[in-house]
């Protein structure tokens, strides 16, 4: 496919979202045209496969907005992998949201896909950036577009929410990623992203290296590391379908798949093995991987606990890129999917449950699996591949950052994720547990059911998903060649 379809895919949710406007009044209609623009960018994005898999690098600059910073869109593998999950999830959610929204009573359902839409546009810019300035612009779009989706309810909880989840990652990009970016252009003289990295010819040392390098990652707010995490947990006062926007889809898998984006076309895999740049940030990771999941187990909150899960799951990801190793990228690269697919189930799973009882808690959860056992399977199959035991589809992505860790001689993050797995077991496995094995609540009604099908169907197609990944994972290995073991 010629590469001006790379502006065209990323205009196409956002021109759509304009109709979307205006056929408010028909809700079928409305719903009906997200879902088939979904398809229709995903089929556009599927069509560059074969040519970024055999080494093309297509590239389309619209026009420049200072000397040497252009709006440039150029698509390689990574950026590959995370527009074709957003792009997919898009579909499924939109689906989900209908039945959720429907059935809560949701007021602004218009506004609402409006938003989701200018959300998939920015993220799909994202994927597709050739360089740091049109990197930034679409990471604010992203921002500025998912605010109104985080205030959704517009009561005093979700106005604090969204105050935090603005506040944070405003700072963090103006104030971190910013400034980084003027300093690669003053060391380099370039902002494109480039095979091997800039930095290789900077003269850059350690020191400076890593502090560049944790500008760069902290200004990557939506990556969601200690201490600049609170925005994720503040942001679950909106409806779940945003929750799953937020954790599967667009919002914090931009954030990691930056920081992989960085690794290796800002920074280069091999400069930074050499210098040791990234380590520090390779244990700022590790904390959060393992502070997250202990606050995890603390939360009675359903929502809340699979956004500290998040927290810590969006970390292994960074530990992939920090490792400095190719299979670190590997895994890294391939946790975006594998995450993708087992949160959005959980989440879904989470809002079908409040859509048919209304409750939040997991102390609330007991007996429920008799009334939807469809919901708590999916559940059941979705925490089994975040804690990376087969047949699910995460134990790859696992297995190639630990193999990663390995090759970079890092032993100590093989426990890390060893430890963290067993922790993914205690917070996460509790809920079918209790929803299976124990007694139902005496003032549990015996008429509950499934929620509306429009919830239950999405979350059981991204439940087989994880099965489906597992049994067939060359499509990820074959697009993420260059870092994949020969």
Known sequence: MTALWLPL???????????????????????????????????????????????????????????????????????????????????????????????????????????????????????????????????????????????????????????????????????????ATVATWLLTGSITFTDGGLMAGSGLGALGAGLLYALFLYGTGKAALMPFHRWLPAAMVAPTPVSALLHAVAVVKAGVFIVLKLTVYVFGVDFLAETGASQPMMWIATITVLGASLIAMTKDNLKARLAYSTVSQLSYIVLGATMASSLGILGGSMHIAMHAFAKITLFFCAGAIYTATHRKNVSDLDGLGYAMPITFSAFFIASLSLIGIPPMGGIWSKWYLMEGAADAGHIAIILVLSLSSLLNIVYLLEIPTRAFFHNPRPDTPRNWQEAPWACVIPLSITAAGCIVWFLYPLPFTALLSPWAPQ
């Open 9 to 179: 895919l990323v205009a196409l949710p956002a021109v759509m979202s304009l109709v979307v406007a205006v056929s408010g009044r028909w809700p079928n209609l409305r719903e009906g045209v997200s879902v088939a623009t979904a398809l229709a960018l995903l089929a556009g994005i599927a069509g560059f496969i074969g040519d970024v898999t055999a080494g093309a690098r297509p590239s389309f600059t619209l026009f420049e907005i200072l000397p040497g910073a252009s709006l440039t869109f150029t698509l390689e593998p990574i950026g590959l992998l995370f527009a074709m999950i957003a792009s997919g999830l898009w579909s499924l959610t939109t689906v989900y949201a209908a039945g959720y929204m429907r059935g809560n009573a949701e007021h602004a359902q218009t506004r609402f896909f409006v938003c989701f839409a200018l959300a998939i546009s920015a993220a799909i810019g994202i994927a597709f950036a050739g360089n740091l300035m049109t990197l930034f612009i679409f990471y604010e779009m992203l921002t500025l577009s998912t605010y109104p989706l985080v205030t959704h309810h517009g009561d005093a909880e979700s106005r604090d929410g969204g105050r935090v989840y603005l506040g944070i990652l405003l700072t963090t990009s103006i104030g971190f990623f910013l400034p």
